[in-house]
């Protein structure tokens, strides 16, 4: 009978897994809804330049999961790469602290301060990042259907975290006062050492398979120099201070990214499938991750513009006075959590619901994407015929926000999911990277298209298409994403046959 009841219910190991995820995320996206704010007016960088380096940031940071992901199969273990990189991204913020405090009185000092604060959150997220995630599965049999449910209220843990950043951080640093920022990194900061402090003393109680595992631990072919914690301090010293570097190279010397980004996806891709121990079978599913993950480019480039363009539109162009209170841009960021955290239950409960008629995991996808483009094209007509200057209603980026979490619920966990079921068990983690590097190269593309975001009556132009306005701006993304769906959704049933 115990045994029925745990069947209907989740392993504790979850929620563990979801509230170090949680304050992880508190961490990620309260430093994320305040730091194009923070470039444009404390170091006063042009939108331009702030919205290029923003997405170079956040390329790195789903880059670095790669490396985090194979260092930890091979030699760490998941538990310890946790609360390694927990540990650098805490650092990091806390340098963006001193950033904070020095970038009037001494700018050189601040700009130092920053692309070293920038570098150990983006070495820090290799670490966390793909280990967290990876696990989750592991708590379940395979064949066991809660798993999707299971990434779906995970995925609650990292909105929950995804809320509350922005709003405490938004809270405390973006006051109209470019000094406050400074305080919106420390809290950030000291979220991330409530996530490390949970891992640290609940994982080998709780996160455990079903039979009773505990999971994540160093593996058995590891040698003592590669845990030793001199040489891991070294090592991550070593990895923060190459971040540092290839950050300010991509932004101040050379735009070498996105040929990093395409080439790490083909050696990985080459590796895996020249591996003589995988069987037709398993290639078939891996090369489905791999299509999927093309797909998802188009979705998260398109979604990633919260953190720039929609932070603009949000600061410069939207209504926010209520009266008695100017509601903070960045609090705008949280409503895709809030929506996430609201809704996610209806779309688990829904998808277990639906039994046999349940669709397919690609063509969820599809749907995801469809409904990303239909929150661009809500918020394009919010802005037709509205002349520059004209500030609009909260209800237009608030209906968006709603529609493309809608979509996220439909493609974010449910590939998640998809990567852990399909991935053969050697390349787990690996797989689980590649997911998170077309992550990388949507996020590195999302800068690239918030550049073109059109101020002051310049037209931009994105390949033949051109924009002269915030109207054309949004249309752009409901093409992207509109195409992508229509393919996806035509090839759904094919990718299907693939899976089995």
């Known amino acids: 009978m115990s045994e029925e009841a745990n069947k209907k219910g989740h392993p504790k190991g979850l929620y563990v897994l979801f509230a170090t995820e949680m304050w992880e995320r508190f961490n990620y996206y309260g430093m994320r809804a305040i730091l194009i704010l923070f470039m444009t007016k404390a170091l006063l960088f ?35 790469s946790i609360i390694a990189g927990g540990l650098v991204m805490a650092i990091g913020e806390f340098i963006l602290f001193f950033c904070g405090n020095f970038y009037h009185s001494a700018p050189q000092l601040s700009s130092i301060l920053f692309f070293s604060g920038l570098g150990f959150m983006i070495a820090g997220n290799g670490f966390f990042k793909p280990n967290i995630s990876s696990m989750v599965g592991q708590l379940y049999k395979k064949s066991d259907r809660r798993i999707d449910a299971a990434y779906t209220i995970f995925y609650m843990g990292i909105n929950v975290g995804g809320a509350l950043g922005p709003f405490i951080c938004g809270l405390v640093g973006d006051t109209g006062n470019p000094a406050d920022f400074k305080w919106a990194f420390l809290a950030g900061g000291i979220g ?18 079903p039979d009773n595992n505990v999971l994540g631990l160093t593996p058995k072919t590891t040698t003592a120099k590669w845990i030793n914690p001199v ?74 513009q919260a953190g720039a ?24 960021q949280s409503l895709n959590s809030i929506f996430v955290v609201s809704l996610a239950p209806l779309f688990a409960w829904l998808w277990v619901k639906l039994g046999k008629y349940e669709p397919s995991s690609p063509f969820k996808m599809a749907m995801g994407l469809f409904l990303l483009a239909m929150g661009y094209l809500w918020i394009a007509f919010g802005v037709k015929n509205v002349q520059p200057g004209i500030k609009v209603s909260m209800v237009w980026l608030t209906g968006m926000y709603a529609l493309h ?80 769906s229509l393919i996806l959704f035509l090839i759904s049933g094919k990718l299907k046959k693939m899976m089995v």
């Open 192 to 209: 991330m050492l409530i996530s490390v402090v949970v891992q640290q003393v609940f994982h080998h109680k709780y996160v455990v398979d």
């Open 309 to 332: 363009s929609l932070t603009y539109f949000a600061d410069e162009q939207t209504q926010r006075d209520l009266g008695f209170y100017v509601v903070p841009a960045s609090w705008f």
């Open 405 to 484: 979490t809608c979509g996220e619920l439909s493609l974010s966990p449910i590939g998640l999911s998809l990567v852990n079921k399909l991935a053969p068990a050697k390349f787990a983690s690996l797989l689980m990277a590649v997911w998170f590097t077309a992550n990388a190269i949507a996020n590195k593309l999302a800068g690239i298209l918030s550049a073109l975001y059109p101020e002051n009556g310049k037209t931009t132009s994105f390949l033949i298409y051109h924009m002269s306005n915030k109207y054309d701006f949004f249309m752009l993304f409901v093409f992207m994403a509109g195409i992508a």
């Open 231 to 304: 040489n891991m301090v070294i090592g991550l010293l070593l990895l923060s201070t190459s971040t540092i570097g290839l950050l300010y190279i991509e932004v101040k010397v050379v735009n070498y990214l996105s040929y990093l980004l395409v080439g790490s996806i083909l050696f990985i891709a080459f590796v895996i499938f020249s591996d003589k121990t995988l069987v037709y079978h398993e290639k078939l599913k891996v090369a489905v991750i791999f299509v999927v993950s093309f797909f998802v480019i188009f979705f998260w480039s398109a979604f990633e």
């Open 46 to 80: 042009d939108h331009a330049f702030a919205s290029n380096l923003y997405g170079s940031y956040t390329g790195l940071v789903y880059l670095t999961p790669l490396l985090g992901g194979y260092i930890a199969d091979r030699y760490w273990g998941n538990h310890r």
